[in-house]
């Protein structure tokens, strides 16, 4: 168990739709990272928050938003939602903001889009 | 902008050989390395990661991985394999001082036989 955890585990939904999945990190850790895993784009980074402050951007769409708020916890929107998103999305934080900073991922949260 | 190659989708061994999982990586600005594990059905956990100084890093498990700056190369070693070692591995890599974002490889799917 990293500690840190995300909800749902499961999500299934239609085309257009929106969605929010949550990350909570580890006590204590100030980043929060957002990935996108599919068979066809592999793990892809998403998004960095650190300390509720955006800190680095991956290849996240427009469609896609996120947000840390003052309790660390962060939260991933997707909206008009495509068959192409279907995909495991982790989370991950660590103490710093740094890429040096060991990253501890979740358990992730699997989206089907249908 | 950086770019990992894992020269191997899949590796097959059997237990208690020595096993070799290739890394190789692009980048024009100097980089931190990683070796991540994925078990089914969990996310990913670090196995070790090469910052500066020695360039042979152990990790945990039993693994280490030799950074090698003129071939450009990151590879993984475990002189004895277990089953418990089925795993994915992803190989990272993020450059030092600018964005600071873990681009990772396709993975490598590591199979144990008895």
């Known amino acids: 168990d990293s500690g840190v955890t995300q909800t749902p585990k499961h999500l299934i939904t239609a085309t257009g739709q929106r969605v929010t999945l949550r990350c909570s990190p580890r006590s204590g850790d100030l980043s929060v990272y957002w990935y996108q895993q599919s068979l066809d784009q592999g793990l892809q980074f998403l998004i960095q928050y650190y300390n509720g402050e955006e800190r680095a951007k991956g290849n996240i769409l427009e469609r896609f938003s996120a947000q840390q708020f003052p309790d660390l916890h962060s939260e991933l929107n997707l909206s008009s939602l495509e068959l192409g998103d279907s995909a495991l999305y982790f989370c991950a934080s660590s103490v710093g903001a740094g890429s040096y900073n060991e990253q501890f991922f979740g358990p992730g949260t699997r989206l089907t889009v249908l | 902008a950086q770019s990992v190659t894992q020269l191997d989708s899949q590796v097959p061994v059997f237990e208690e050989a020595p096993v070799e999982l290739r890394c190789n990586y692009s980048s024009s600005v100097s980089v931190y390395l990683f070796w991540y594990v994925q078990y089914p059905n969990q996310g990913l956990q670090l196995l070790l990661k090469?910052?500066?100084?020695?360039?042979l890093v152990k990790g945990i498990n039993g693994f280490e991985a030799e950074f090698n700056k003129s071939q450009t190369s990151f590879h993984l070693r475990k002189p004895s394999v277990h089953i418990s070692d089925t795993a994915e591995y992803f190989c990272a890599v993020s450059d030092i001082g600018g964005a600071q974002k873990l681009v990772f490889g396709q993975g490598t799917r590591l199979t144990i036989n008895p």
């Open positions: 090469y910052l500066s100084g020695s360039t």
